[in-house]
Antibody, heavy 112, light 112 residues
Framework: QLVESGGGLAQPGGSLRLSCVASGFTFSSYWMNWVRQAPGKGLEWVAR????????YYVDSVKGRFTISRDNAKNSVYMQMNSLRAEDTAVYYCARGFGIIWGQGTVVIVSS | DAVMTQSPLSLPVTLGQPASISCRSS???????????LNWFQQRPGQSPRRLIYRVSNRDSGVPDKFSGSGSGTDFTLKISRVEAEDVGVYYCAQGSRWPYTFGQGTKLEIK
């Protein structure tokens, strides 16, 4: 199971930190991902991190603004979101591996 | 980036009839390890995505055998042998052979 939190309303240029807590599997054995879905739109793979946090990948649209990290002792993966833009408004999902398990999502709204 | 193009984007189907969704990639999805990382996801209204098929043709645990995937290289297909009311939703193909992972636009299946 994956449970996301940390979404909310942020102003353009502001920051939010998303969290995802995992349970029911050996968290430290899996790549973890953040995928987002803008209102009424399709899915976009945002970032991924390997098992020990030494490899991180980002989609171009968030490079330099978002940072993915993980804490295997807490079974958690995070997304620090800085310099937020209106186009970052979306439901953000945490997913294990290549989408075998998904959380319920957390809503991020960027608006003044 | 590998652009994933699905067709049709809207798919009205009569209950009990088959359905087929095409997914085409702008680049070969054969990875250096010889595998093809093409997955299919279902997103029912108001729900998180759920993976149905991984690596082209492998059904995930608990997925009914009415769902089947096929294809190779750049052309892939998801088939539903007999559509039921519970199959209503949006279906996405996604490639995980090269970063950034990318989704198709989605195909909305509805009951005619």
């Amino acid at each position: 199971q994956l449970v996301e939190s940390g979404g909310g309303l942020a102003q353009p240029g502001g920051s939010l930190r998303l969290s995802c807590v995992a349970s029911g599997f050996t968290f430290s054995s899996y790549w973890m991902n953040w995928v987002r879905q803008a209102p009424g739109k399709g899915l976009e793979w945002v970032a991924r991190i390997n098992q020990d946090g030494s490899e991180k990948y980002y989609v171009d649209s968030v490079k330099g603004r978002f940072t993915i990290s993980r804490d295997n002792a807490k079974n958690s993966v995070y997304m620090q979101m800085n310099s937020l833009r209106a186009e970052d408004t979306a439901v953000y999902y945490c997913a294990r591996g290549f989408g075998i398990i998904w959380g319920q999502g957390t809503v991020v709204i960027v608006s003044s | 980036d590998a652009v994933m193009t699905q067709s049709p984007l809207s798919l009205p189907v009569t209950l009990g009839q088959p359905a087929s969704i095409s997914c085409r990639s702008s680049q070969s999805l054969v990875y250096s390890d010889g595998n093809t990382y093409l997955n299919w996801f279902q997103q029912r209204p108001g729900q998180s995505p759920r993976r149905l098929i991984y690596r082209v043709s492998n059904r995930d645990s608990g997925v009914p055998d009415k769902f089947s995937g096929s294809g190779s290289g750049t052309d892939f297909t998801l088939k539903i042998s007999r559509v039921e009311a519970e199959d209503v939703g949006v279906y996405y193909c996604a490639q995980g052979s090269r970063w950034p992972y990318t989704f198709g636009q989605g195909t909305k299946l509805e009951i005619k």
